[in-house]
């Protein structure tokens, strides 16, 4: 039974910092549509090494009474330790994670909470935009769907970010947390688990929504790092034990994924400022070499340039020109060769460039 005495969502807020806008993130999640307190909204902004009177007067005044300030200290400025600490301390029956830079639209938790309990679902996905208004096209869907979508048909691996509302009835039934080993990467495995085993996944589409904001000037992911710490998590997840035990075809998907969004976008970032090292090429070459291990046959979804990038990497090639020119001409986006496979069976391919571009350009 419901207890009367506890918030009906739970809005997890992690700052490591006063300098970040944490009170422009508590005042949208109590502008969420749902009152504040019991059978409301309640937010919890957890204080990561930083003192928590800090963040209080950081607050808007009228705020401070109607949010929960936790401490917690460890030895990162990952935000991985403190969002589990929300999740072990909620009594809520759903749970929010909204980054101290970010925003959610007037409405959101109200319009998504109709969604989750009308439909039963396990998590309900936000629909993601930036600065401007650019829509964020992930999860890339069937064409338009959103109701109970599918881990591998709908491509849910493409969905690292947890944003949106969660049952925590699921994500305690699961054991998930975030791994506060990695320096990036650590909602991966949490998403991926959850969209795979928590139960009915559906996707909010249009707005009121997250919003990302482009204003925080210290992201952990912003920062270089060597290439084999940026790969380690996703890795790590593919040669895992759960994921070696569920079906190739979420495994290969997963696999494009990490080579499509996190592999070839570090390489082009490198070469692009010059930095490609032997070690870059070492690190990309042992990423590659367990993503394909670990998903036989996922590079025959690829276009013929992505493969011509990937067969440059697998033998850790040094010659910065040499990937380079791979890497760039994998982004000249239309061309036969960005479109196009080397096996002419997999044109129609579920995560080939063809039907990917197609449902991502008619994500909203």
Sequence with gaps: MPNPAAPLVDVIIPVHTPARPVDRAVASALAGGLPAGPGGVQVTVVCHNV??????????????????LV???????????????????????????????????PGALARWLEIGRRRGSAAVLARV????????????????????????????????????????EAIRRLGLRFPVAYATGEDQSFSL?????????????G???????????????????????????FTDLAASPWLRSRPLALRRGYAVKVLRLHVFDEVTARTRRG????????????????????????????????????????RGEPDRAAVTRAAEARRRFGTPATLV????????????????????ALMG
Excluded: K
């Design 207 to 233: 707005r009121p929504g997250y919003h990302l904001r482009d204003d925080a000037t210290d992201r952990i992911t912003d920062a270089a790092s060597p290439l084999a710490e940026v790969l380690q998590a």
């Design 193 to 205: 688990r959850l969209h795979a085993e928590a139960g009915r996944i559906d996707y909010a589409r």
């Design 71 to 105: 401490a917690f200290r460890d030895d990162t400025r990952n935000p991985a330790g403190a969002r589990n600490l929300g999740i072990e301390r909620t009594r809520a029956p759903w749970l929010s994670f909204l980054d101290s830079d970010d925003t959610l639209d």
């Design 341 to 360: 496979p080397r096996e002419l069976s997999r044109l129609l391919h579920r995560d080939g460039s063809l039907r990917f571009m197609a449902a991502a």
């Design 51 to 68: 003192d928590p009177a800090l963040i209080r007067e950081r607050l808007d005044p009228a705020d401070r009474d109607r949010v929960e």
């Design 275 to 314: 930095s490609w090292s032997a070690e870059d090429a070492a690190a990309a070459r042992d990423a590659v070499r367990i993503l394909l291990a670990e998903a036989p046959g996922a590079e025959r979804a690829l276009c013929r340039a992505d493969r011509d990038l990937v067969d440059l990497l697998v």
């Design 129 to 168: 935009s930036r600065e401007g208004g650019a829509v964020v096209r992930t999860p890339v869907t069937r064409p338009w769907r959103t109701r109970d979508l599918d881990a591998v048909a709908d491509r849910l691996a493409y969905r690292t970010r947890v944003s949106g509302l969660f049952r925590t």
